[in-house]
Nanobody, 112 residues
Framework: QVQLVESGGGLVQAGGSLRLSCAAS????????MEWYRQVPGKQRELVAG???????NYADSVKGRFAISRDNAKSTVYLQMNSLQPEDTGVYYC??????WGQGTQVTVSS
């Protein structure tokens, strides 16, 4: 059974940093593209960043230059380093296997 467990969310002041982690199990992690999405109440879940099995990355325009996605295949873990956080980055962040399962989400709150 595939399981994704996110961690690292919290409350941070504007301009601060957080690093999210997503530990995967029940799958061959290195073969899968992984993504981070975020959702705020009343809005659709949006793609924040993705990383392929070949370590290619893509980002939403709103986070380019501030966020960095990475993966450690030995630990079956994907990360999202978030720098220069702004209040508009507030939301629940979800780990996602492209075309597959979702994690339970972790809350990120950025205060102004």
């Amino acid at each position: 059974q595939v399981q994704l467990v996110e961690s690292g969310g919290g409350l941070v002041q504007a301009g601060g940093s957080l690093r999210l982690s997503c530990a995967a199990s029940g799958m061959i992690f290195r073969l899968n593209a992984m993504e981070w999405y975020r959702q705020v109440p009343g809005k659709q879940r949006e793609l924040v960043a993705g990383i392929t099995s070949g370590f290619g990355t893509n980002y939403a325009d709103s986070v380019k230059g501030r966020f960095a996605i990475s993966r450690d295949n030995a630990k079956s873990t994907v990360y999202l380093q978030m720098n220069s956080l702004q209040p508009e980055d507030t939301g629940v962040y979800y780990c996602h296997i492209r075309g597959g399962s979702w994690g339970q989400g972790t809350q990120v709150t950025v205060s102004s």
